[in-house]
């Protein structure tokens, strides 16, 4: 989505360039092989986190967003301020026993097992126009399960948003084929 990009965020090349250098890449975290991409740093860096919160909102600011949807616990980090300067309202998608009213609930795939995320079931209304959002997209099975809870209580998803996409992992196009909803994401990284 580049021309989204730069057509909606002026200086789009240097914003970016700015929030990729507060970056952190630390080797063999979690485990050996893997370059895990911190963004807890990006968050302690003032200018980086109010940057990427009003980058966010110049992608989405004529979307009429109704809700804006994130998982636990660094999707809401972004998915809170976002939906506060979009004029929405924000929905907590949660792991199993952390909501305390009915709620529906979306299984998915993990590399070993699987896991599930719940949503308070009247969160979202029919027709609603809901945005996605979390902190990084790898294989897109927690953006799945956000999508299909949001599409099973009727709203339309507009978006998927990312601070960071892992493009060699392609969560963009299993969440598309999956749900049929585009992506975006402000920072490209490769690997895992």
């Known amino acids: 989505m580049p021309d989204l990009l730069h057509q909606r965020i002026a200086d789009f090349d240097q914003k970016a360039a700015y929030l990729k250098s507060t970056i952190t890449s630390i ?32 992608l989405f600011k004529d979307e009429k967003i109704d809700k804006v949807l994130s998982g636990e616990a660094r999707g809401f980090v972004f998915g809170a301020p976002l939906a506060a300067r979009l004029g929405a309202g924000f929905v907590m998608v949660r792991k199993p026993g952390k909501l305390p009213r009915a709620t529906i609930k979306e299984e998915y795939a993990l ?81 895992h």
Request: charged share 25%; proline share 3%.
């Open 27 to 58: 080797q063999d975290y979690p485990i050996k092989g893997i370059l895990f991409r911190d963004i807890t740093s990006l968050c302690e860096d003032h200018k980086a986190f109010a940057l990427t919160i009003d980058m966010l909102y110049e």
């Open 111 to 191: 590399e070993y097992g699987t896991n599930e995320l719940h949503m308070h079931e009247d969160s979202v209304k029919p027709g609603e126009r809901v945005l996605c959002v979390d902190d990084l997209l790898a294989t897109g099975g927690t953006m799945i399960a956000m999508c299909r809870l949001a599409q099973r209580a009727g709203a339309q998803v507009v978006k998927c948003a990312f601070v960071i996409d892992l493009v060699d992992l392609g969560g963009c196009a299993k969440i598309k084929d999956t749900c049929g909803v585009d992506s975006v994401s402000l920072l490209d990284f490769p690997g």
